[in-house]
């Protein structure tokens, strides 16, 4: 797909001469600089913030309006007058936060967010006809609008709904009381997470600018027979220099092997019309394998600078060690070692993956999977590839599914045919996320298609038959539906 053009990409962000520099020195785009940049200034900020204005020391308005303001220039640093979008969206639904009943907040705020966010991708890409692989104000918008719709399900699961009527993990996230400005503001535009995310739940950010975060998960663990007297006072140090390190590994992937196995390579005459089917199979491997870098770098990043101002604790594990994990956005040993799409799934983007299963997936009463993949290609933006990746990941998910229900018990009577067969699912896994997730850095309908004719549409056909021949077992959709004490006390009725 041939480049756009400089000319037709506006200016949009305000980085120094320095990383002007930086960004022609290196050949990357200048926001793309500018994000690095943010990102490695937000991390010693957060580290300032965790020791210079702890709980103990400064009160949670103070901490709410510091980490407000430094978000709000991470935000106008990196993209300019667009990062009006941002305030403009925040600004809305902290009016329908206000002024919609409980029974309906959630409803507004889901389509005036999900519809604002659609209007931007839609301008960015065919009006002002932004960069195809560039970092821009969408990115933080997305996160937001996750933020902006999870705070209004949990007000309403709060506010408008009976307890009985929750799940145990609805009542734990239920906000009781709507939150102040400012809180709203801090929530939402905190310069931890607005650049890159993650998206989190509001009670756990609160109890983090209230000091109360990480003493509530210590207090879930007998420490008296652990031979503790008080309390200990875990440090995120050594996860933040583990996930850094992790960071430096992914960039360095990013500027080799990124830029060896660039996406066109997909697309070229070589590939298409010259290489024999195993030879694409193996190339397109490769190619979605050297495209995961700059994720990795981003997300494990930002998790990273949230550790660092004290946030993502999420308790200890069987071992006594201490977890920061409760923001981490993907877990690369899972992923790469996936034996299923659904374990691979799990593992890419967790955050976003809670989020689509928390506002679609739980409460939709029909076609929750289909819903849940559209919702997540809407919020991804209108490239025709997104749609493209997740309308066959609804094939491969069900296909998948089916596969794995009629036959993964004859494979667990010994330990040599469960070798055998993780070795197999765990090949099989990985060619067909390479297959499905193509169209989404491809983006266009042309290269797409060109790509699925090249590799004869095999995975399409291999999942349908699955489908119409093989028999699918109904106790996954079932499973879904949370369940609520109103159910629970149905069933023992029954």
């Given amino acids: 797909m041939a480049a756009r053009p400089p000319s037709s990409r506006p200016p949009r962000t305000t980085g120094s001469t320095c990383l002007h520099a930086l960004s022609e020195l290196l050949g990357i785009p200048l926001d793309q600089v500018n994000f690095v940049a943010c990102q490695l200034f937000a991390l010693f900020a957060a580290f300032w913030f965790r020791i210079y204005l702890s709980p103990g020391k400064t009160s949670p308005d103070v901490r709410h309006a510091l980490v407000t303001i430094f978000g709000i220039y991470f935000v106008i640093f990196c993209f300019g007058w667009y990062s009006v979008h941002l305030f403009v969206l925040v600004l809305m639904c902290y009016g329908i936060m206000v002024t919609a009943s409980v029974s309906s907040i959630h409803r507004y705020t889901f389509f ?78 905190n310069f931890m997470s607005v650049i890159a995310g993650p998206c989190n739940n509001f009670k756990d950010y609160i109890a983090f600018i209230e000091g109360r975060h990480i003493h509530a998960k210590l207090l879930e663990v007998n420490w008296k027979q652990r031979g503790f007297h008080n309390l200990p006072e875990p440090s995120p140090t050594g996860a933040v220099i583990h996930k850094l390190c992790m960071t430096l590994v992914s ?68 071992n006594g060690n201490f977890c920061w994990d409760l923001l981490s956005n993907l877990n690369i040993w899972k992923i790469e070692t996936a034996t299923s799409f659904k374990m691979y799934l799990e593992n890419w983007n967790i955050q976003t993956a809670t989020w689509l ?7 939709v009463p029909w076609y929750p999977t289909v819903l849940t993949f559209f919702l997540s290609a809407l919020w991804h933006g209108v490239y025709p590839g997104y749609y493209f990746t997740f309308l066959t990941g609804i094939l491969v998910t069900v296909a998948a599914r089916t596969v794995r229900n009629n036959y993964r018990h004859c494979f667990l009577s010994s330990r040599a045919l469960k070798v055998v067969y993780d070795v197999v699912t765990w090949a099989v896994t990985q060619l067909a996320v390479s297959y499905t997730v193509a169209p989404f850095v491809l983006l266009a309908v042309e290269p797409t298609i060109s790509l699925y004719k090249s590799m004869y549409f095999y995975l399409h056909i291999i999942s349908l038959l699955i489908i119409l021949f093989l028999p699918i077992k109904p106790h996954a959709h079932i499973q879904r539906q949370p369940q609520t004490l109103n159910s629970v006390n149905k069933k023992k009725k029954d």
């Fill in 112 to 189: 005036v967010a999900m519809g604002y966010l659609t209007i931007c991708h839609i301008s960015r890409i065919y009006i002002f006809h932004y960069g195809i692989l560039t970092t821009d104000f969408s990115g933080p918008l997305m996160i937001v609008t996750q933020k902006i719709t999870t705070l209004a399900f949990q007000v309403h699961d709060g506010l408008g709904r009976r307890a009985e009527d929750l799940s145990a993990e609805q009542q734990r996230l239920a906000v009781k009381v709507k939150p102040s400005f400012l809180e709203y503001l801090s929530y939402l535009l």
């Fill in 251 to 318: 960039l360095l992937l990013f500027l080799t092997l990124t830029k060896t196995f660039p996406v066109t390579c997909l697309v070229d005459d070589w590939f298409v019309h010259k290489a024999n089917f195993l030879t694409r199979l193996c190339y397109l491997y490769i190619v979605m394998q050297a495209s995961k870098p700059k994720y990795y770098f981003a997300w494990t990043l930002a998790d990273a600078v949230n550790n660092a101002a004290g946030f993502g604790f999420s308790g200890v594990d069987k």
């Fill in 357 to 363: 299963k928390r506002v679609c997936y739980e409460r």
